[in-house]
T-cell receptor, first 116, second 109 residues
Framework: DVKVTQSSRYLVKRTGEKVFLECVQDMDHENMFWYRQDPGLGLRLIYFSYDVKMKEKGDIPEGYSVSREKKERFSLILESASTNQTSMYLC???????????????FGPGTRLTVT | GQNIDQPTEMTATEGAIVQINCTYQTSGFNGLFWYQQHAGEAPTFLSYNVLDGLEEKGRFSSFLSRSKGYSYLLLKELQMKDSASYLCALNTGFQKLVFGTGTRLLVSP
């Protein structure tokens, strides 16, 4: 049974703080993703990674960075948190696909981050 | 870019059938996913359509028409536990997904 865990369910940080969100998966998946989910905007891709030490920008990477030092762990970093980064953050992982075929992404429970 | 439209909210009665539509404009995509998300929980996979046509999985079916730019999720014999948000997402390549804003389905007794 695939399990994706995130370090915190709820987090409150102050403006300007450096914030680390951690994600760990136990299925040896190559691909990992970070999304944020906001009412009326849906899930939006921030960054993703195909392999250790690899990262690719998603649709909204501004204000974020990522780190993938080990295959099972993918961290999202907010260098200087701002109030507009208050959101639900979801991590996901998947096996690699081939061509049009792709495996489903498995999501973690999410971290609700509030920046005050 | 991609533009994906879903109705914001739908209501239905237990035991009924409901169809949730997803229309899109895109320059190209590999396939279309449907996910279910209960309030406060993670999205979970329902279906993936690559080819045109209907894919059936128990009470849930998903349909894709590339020429018409739309997909739908059909839920039969609705149960209270089907109250959730339903997200459609385009696979735009290299495992990248672009999600619609989701449809919240409320099932009443």
């Amino acid at each position: 049974d695939v399990k994706v865990t995130q370090s915190s369910r709820y987090l409150v940080k102050r403006t300007g703080e450096k914030v680390f969100l951690e994600c760990v998966q136990d299925m040896d998946h190559e691909n990992m993703f970070w999304y944020r989910q906001d009412p009326g905007l849906g899930l939006r891709l921030i960054y993703f990674s195909y392999d250790v030490k690899m990262k690719e920008k998603g649709d909204i990477p501004e204000g974020y960075s990522v780190s993938r030092e080990k295959k099972e762990r993918f961290s999202l970093i907010l260098e200087s948190a701002s109030t507009n980064q208050t959101s639900m953050y979801l991590c996901a992982s998947s096996s690699p696909g081939q061509g049009a075929f792709t495996y489903e992404q498995y999501f973690g429970p999410g971290t609700r981050l509030t920046v005050t | 870019g991609q533009n994906i439209d879903q109705p914001t909210e739908m209501t239905a009665t237990e035991g009924a059938i409901v169809q949730i539509n997803c229309t899109y404009q895109t320059s190209g995509f590999n396939g279309l996913f449907w996910y279910q998300q209960h309030a406060g929980e993670a999205p979970t996979f329902l279906s993936y359509n690559v080819l045109d046509g209907l894919e059936e999985k128990g009470r849930f079916s998903s349909f894709l028409s590339r020429s018409k730019g739309y997909s739908y999720l059909l839920l039969k014999e609705l149960q209270m536990k089907d109250s959730a948000s339903y997200l459609c997402a385009l696979n735009t390549g290299f495992q990248k997904l672009v999600f619609g804003t989701g449809t919240r389905l409320l099932v009443s007794p």
